[in-house]
């Protein structure tokens, strides 16, 4: 099973809307709604903050948001934040009865 | 609130087998709803499922993985376990436990990760 498809890298100044895209295929995306969303700062417990697509952790603020259409889902943030400076990882379930995640996102808060 | 950590040796010979435990902390790993989990983060790269064990004892591998493995539980010491056996190069990466909420679902708590090299 490929890896899902993430930009390596997105950049955003504080207060502004990012969205960072997360491509997979009709057999795992596009074909379940089992796709979720971590924050990793490097050193640290990755940290879960959409799962099921668009569902928030207790917790997670929800200046995070997700969605999908098709095969891309998608993980916006609005109202950047200097602490919000991560790499993200998307995942999803997939047709072979496995988890596959992202190559990850870097995303830096300018 | 629940913690994972995970322990075992950073270095490991090749061919040898990778043992690696991850203790579960603020709750129990028998009381059910958890798929207690093994990933791992080559160097560089992005994120792989290895695997995941139930409380019932039922595990499911990934099957593209090329070391054969084992993941089991400990009750009695609230700890699962990963087994990769006959390891190479390929398999140095730094190892994470976590929970999961379902077997198709997301991980809603990890460990900080272990770093674990394959190197005569």
């Known amino acids: 099973q490929s890896a899902l498809t993430q930009p390596a890298s997105v950049s955003g100044s504080p207060g502004q809307s990012i969205t960072i895209s997360c491509t997979g295929t009709?057999?795992?995306?596009?074909?379940?709604?089992?796709v979720s969303w971590y924050q990793h700062h490097p050193g640290k417990a990755p940290k879960l903050m959409i799962y099921?697509?668009?569902n928030r952790p207790s917790g997670v603020s929800n200046r995070f948001s997700g969605s999908k259409s098709g095969n891309t889902a998608s993980l916006t943030i609005s109202g950047l934040q200097a602490e919000d400076e991560a790499d993200y990882y998307c995942?999803?379930?997939?047709?072979?009865?496995?988890?596959?995640f992202g190559g990850g996102t870097k995303l830096t808060v300018l | 609130q629940v913690q994972l950590q995970e322990s075992g040796p950073g270095l490991v010979k090749p061919s040898q087998t990778l043992s690696l435990t991850c203790t579960v902390s603020?709750?129990?790993?028998?009381?059910?709803?958890?798929?207690w989990s093994w990933i791992r983060q080559h160097p560089g790269k992005g994120l792989e499922w290895i695997g995941y064990?139930?409380?019932?004892?039922?595990?499911y591998y990934n099957p593209s993985l090329k070391s054969p493995v084992t993941i089991s539980l400990d009750t009695s010491k609230n700890q699962f376990s990963l087994k990769l056996s006959s390891v190479t190069a390929a398999d140095t990466a730094v190892y994470y436990c976590?929970?999961?909420?379902?077997?198709?679902?997301?991980?809603?708590?990890w460990g900080q990760g272990t770093m674990v090299i394959v190197s005569s």
């Open positions: 603020g709750g129990s790993i028998s009381s059910g709803g958890s798929y």
């Open positions: 099921e697509v668009s």
């Open positions: 064990i139930y409380y019932t004892g039922s595990t």
């Open positions: 995942s999803s379930y997939t047709s072979s009865s496995t988890l596959v």
């Open positions: 009709s057999s795992d995306v596009g074909g379940y709604n089992y």
């Open positions: 976590a929970s999961g909420l379902g077997p198709n679902d997301a991980f809603d708590i």
